[in-house]
């Protein structure tokens, strides 16, 4: 275990920031120590008078680990498709914002395993929803979870059932321009139309 400092800076005036220090603990990994560095990089960077103020905050540790999230729906989209709907606190929807294409990691311990999927977003961020839909796949020990085994845990816990989720990442998305065309055209099969859905 060792110790690692994770900074915000804020502006202050005339364009100069203000570095801020806390300290976190975590199994040291060769990514931790990248981000060391580049945290001194920038701490650098915030000493220096810039122009144009803006915000910059890097707290990557929000971003890199997972959240209890209650799963509030489940639906039988098909015979062999759920799509699970997630509760996200107030506290938490700016680092779970997301954009049309991006999706969420979802964990759980199966027969003492962890296991780890991903899966899209269906939802539109205008909705103010996290669904994600989940396909069941021959031999795959998370899909085939979700669709056999979840929706009757989630029905015995009456909806109080969480599942660990991480922040949304991906950059497959779609960065509305209402300047530019007006019209797209999408092609999806089977279930890669789940992020096209939060496109539209």
């Known amino acids: 275990m060792c110790h690692i400092f994770f900074f915000v800076c804020t502006p202050l005036q005339g364009g ?6 806390k300290i976190g603990q975590f199994l040291f990994s060769l990514y931790a120590f990248r981000q ?8 650098t960077f915030a000493r220096t008078n810039v122009r144009k103020s803006f915000n910059l905050k890097l707290v990557f540790t929000m971003e890199h680990r997972f959240y209890p999230l209650r799963v509030t729906g489940i639906v039988r989209e098909t015979p062999d498709c759920v799509s699970l709907e997630f509760e996200v606190p107030a506290d938490l929807q700016a680092v ?10 979802l964990r759980r311990e199966l027969e003492g395993e962890e296991v780890r999927r991903s899966y899209s977003l269906c939802s539109a961020p205008y909705e103010g929803r996290w669904r994600v839909a989940i396909k069941q796949v021959p031999g795959g020990r998370f899909s085939t979870y979700a669709n056999r ?13 969480s599942l660990e989720v991480m922040p949304p990442k991906g950059d497959f998305v ?6 530019r065309a007006a019209q797209h055209v999408f092609f999806a099969a089977g279930s890669g139309i789940t992020p096209v859905m939060a496109m539209l």
Do not use: D
């Not at 029905?155 to 109080?160: M, T």
């Open 16 to 21: 100069v920031f203000k570095m801020h220090a």
């Open 36 to 43: 060391i560095f580049f945290c001194a990089f920038l701490a």
């Open 96 to 105: 779970f914002s997301y954009l049309p294409g991006q999706y969420l990691t």
């Open 149 to 161: 085994e979840l929706p009757s845990i989630w029905q015995q816990q009456k909806g109080k059932l």
């Open 174 to 179: 779609l960065k509305p321009e209402p300047s």
